[in-house]
């Protein structure tokens, strides 16, 4: 399985961006897949989960303004960022997990993208 994230930019606060995270190999054996970042500095943290029946779960600092999704159909995963602020800057990363019927919330991931920058400037 190979992961591959796209659509990181620069963008303005209070603007929007779309990552998308494009599946293949054996994109069959995917269960949960979820996005990390990583700011400058700090930890990896996790930003939205999203189990293989569509629950969800995300950092409180992006409730409200980020969403998860997946498209079975054309193997990717996005995440729509609304009301970016500049704390938001980050490596982005896409994660997918490949052990069945492992819950979302185990945050556990077997596959890793290789990062898109989203810069939000002040």
């Known amino acids: 399985v190979q992961l591959q994230a796209s659509g990181g930019g620069l963008v303005e606060a209070g603007g929007s961006l779309r990552l998308s995270c494009a599946v293949s190999?054996?994109?069959?054996?995917?269960?949960?897949m979820g996005w990390y970042r990583q700011a400058p500095g700090k930890e990896r943290e996790l930003v939205a989960a999203l189990s293989s029946g569509g629950r969800t779960k995300y950092a409180d600092s992006v409730k409200g303004r980020f969403t998860i999704s997946r498209d079975f159909a054309r193997n990717t995963a996005t995440l729509q960022m609304n009301s970016l602020k500049p704390e938001d800057t980050a490596v982005y990363y896409c994660?997918?997990?490949?052990?069945?019927?492992?819950?979302?919330?185990?945050?556990?991931?077997?596959?890793w993208g290789q990062g898109t920058l989203v810069t939000v400037s002040s």
């Open positions: 190999g054996n994109r069959f054996s995917i269960n949960n």
């Open positions: 994660a997918a997990d490949s052990v069945p019927f492992r819950s979302y919330l185990a945050r556990k991931y077997d596959y």
